[in-house]
Each structure stands twice: as structure tokens, then as C-alpha cells.
């Protein structure tokens, strides 16, 4: 897959077709996918970043929202910092089994300063603003934005973006950000003017629920739904969430085979 990456828009990052979703490194509570399961002990999880890495995996998705995932990838990336391109979160936090959300400036701020220091690095190569759903008000009036933009000229952070939930809030972030994470798979399509926009402004498309959290229709849905992800030239990644090493290999076999046709 090295061969296959490609520029994150024009934020500078270059990142693999296939990025690592690690909601299930660190939460297994509140989370929507089809069965339970136990958080991977120390070793399995070292062993899913082993084998994504010599895929040629570089991008890696987590979140402060994703309980312990960050604080374990910081432990586990410890002495292979600079062969990642880390995505993290701003604006939800989930404590007791319940989101809560706080986009304020002071908050921000902390919260990146938190990340820095669970991720045990010195700068984060993109935060995303983790909405609630009310993109538009969120990204125009809290002050993330403008509180992200100061971190990223204080050299902390790399790029900056928004995980959205709506049209009009994908737009506005496809021209006022660095990179936009929208659920784009078969089943959840209308986000496509979304895509359309980041293509006209360059911007990077981060792709979440590639696989609709799970929920996949019959034995050839992974293949089906990334041919479908990257039928869409504006996708730069997707982000697929597995605590299954073979499941990792097989998704980058067919991202490949949906990239190079
Ligand atoms: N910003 C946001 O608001 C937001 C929201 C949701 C997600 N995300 C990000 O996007 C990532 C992906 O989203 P997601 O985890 O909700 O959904 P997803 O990637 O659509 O689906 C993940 C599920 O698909 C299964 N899976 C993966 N590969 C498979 C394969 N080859 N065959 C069969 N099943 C397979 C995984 O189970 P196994 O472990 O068994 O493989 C997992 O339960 C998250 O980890 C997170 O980083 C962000």
C-alpha cells in the first residue's frame, strides 16, 4: 500500500488508503457495532499496529471520547512516533457511559494539551473537531476553529478538520479546514455534495463507517463497499475500525484492488 499514498488535501500530510480506526482499542461501552467485545490485551493490540504498519497502514484515527485509546497508543507508538500520522479529537468527552461535549476555547485547549501528553508527542498531526451533530453553530460560533488555528501556529498541532454530521456543517468545514471525516458507505450517501466540495477546495476526505460500523450485507460487502468509498475521487482515506489482524489484511487487499482497479 506505500505505493498508493497520497496527499491529505493540501495540509502537507501524506497518508495511506487505509487508516486505522481504534474506537475499539479503548471503549467498549455506548459503541453501536453489531456484537461485544473484550478490549485487546497490551499484545494483541501491539500485534494489530505490528501488522498494519507492514501493510503499509500510516494513518491512525482515535479520539479523548474513545476512552483509553489515545493513553494506549501513546504507550504502544512509544519509539515509532514518526512513521504515524495520528488523527485525534476535540469537543466530546465520554465519562460514566455517557458523551458530554465542550467546544469552548478553554476546553480545546486543554484537551489538546491532554492529547499531546497521552499520545506522548509533541505535536498531533490532526485534530478534528468531534461534533455533537450542530456542525454549523459548533464550527462558526464556539471558537474551536480559531482555538485549533492558534495551536496549529504554535507548532502543536498539524492539521486541522472536522468529523461532521451534516451537509451544510461538512461544507462549511470542506472550505474553512484542512480535512473533513464524513460517513460516506452504500447504505449512507448523502454526504456526496460534502465530497464534492473538498474536491473543488482541496480539501482531504477522512472517511468514517466505511463499513456502517459493521453491519455489512453478504460474504463480498468489504470489497463492494470500498470499491463504492473510492468511487468518489475526493476520498484521500478511509478509516475502518477492526481488532482483527486478517480482517486488516483483507481490507487493505481490497482497497488496493478498488484504487488500482
Ligand atoms: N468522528 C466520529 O464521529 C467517528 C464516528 C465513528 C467512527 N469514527 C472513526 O472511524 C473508525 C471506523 O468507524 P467504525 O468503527 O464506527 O465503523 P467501521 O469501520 O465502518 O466498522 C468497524 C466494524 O467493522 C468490522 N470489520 C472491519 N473489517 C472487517 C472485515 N474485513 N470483515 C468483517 N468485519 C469487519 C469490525 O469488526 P472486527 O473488529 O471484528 O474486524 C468493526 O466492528 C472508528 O474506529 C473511528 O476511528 C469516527
Redesign the pocket.
Known amino acids: 500500500m506505500h505505493a498508493l499514498h497520497r496527499p491529505l488535501g493540501r495540509s502537507g500530510l501524506t497518508v495511506s488508503p487505509l487508516g ?5 482499542l479503548g471503549r467498549n461501552q455506548g ?5 461485544g ?1 473484550e478490549l485487546p490485551d497490551d499484545r494483541a493490540a501491539a500485534h494489530l499496529l505490528a501488522t498494519a504498519r507492514e501493510l503499509g497502514i500510516n494513518l491512525i ?3 479523548p471520547a ?1 476512552g483509553s485509546s489515545e493513553e494506549r497508543l501513546g504507550q504502544l507508538l512509544a519509539g515509532q512516533r514518526q512513521h504515524w500520522v495520528i488523527c485525534s ?1 476535540v469537543g ?1 468527552e465520554f465519562e460514566n457511559g455517557q458523551s458530554r461535549f465542550d467546544f469552548s476555547p478553554a476546553h480545546t485547549r486543554a484537551s489538546v494539551e491532554r492529547s499531546l501528553q497521552r499520545l506522548r508527542t509533541e505535536a498531533i498531526d490532526i485534530v ?1 473537531v ?2 455533537s451533530g450542530d456542525d454549523v453553530a459548533i464550527l462558526r460560533d464556539s471558537g474551536v476553529l480559531e482555538t485549533l488555528a492558534d495551536l496549529k501556529r504554535e507548532g502543536k498541532i498539524r492539521a486541522i478538520g472536522a ?1 461532521t ?1 451534516t451537509v451544510d456543517g461538512g461544507l462549511l468545514a470542506a472550505q474553512c479546514t484542512d480535512a473533513v ?1 464524513v ?1 460516506w ?1 452504500p447504505q449512507h450517501t448523502a454526504e456526496k455534495p460534502v465530497l464534492d466540495e473538498c474536491l473543488a477546495q482541496h480539501c482531504g476526505v477522512l472517511v ?7 453491519h ?1 450485507s453478504g460474504p463480498d460487502a ?1 470489497r463492494q463497499n470500498l470499491a463504492f468509498v473510492f468511487s468518489h475521487p475526493a476520498v484521500s482515506s478511509a ?6 489482524p ?3 489484511r ?2 487493505v487487499e ?1 482497497a488496493v484492488a478498488a484504487i488500482t482497479g
Do not use: C, R, W
Request: aromatic share 8%; charged share 20%.
Open positions: 486505522l480506526g481504534t474506537v475499539k459503541v453501536k457495532y453489531p456484537q467485545f484515527d482515535t479520539a474513545y479529537k466530546e478534528l468531534h461534533s468529523s454530521k471525516m460517513t458507505n468514517k463507517k466505511a463499513f456502517a460500523s459493521g455489512l468489504v478509516i475502518v475500525g477492526t481488532l482483527n486478517d480482517h486488516l483483507a481490507n481490497a
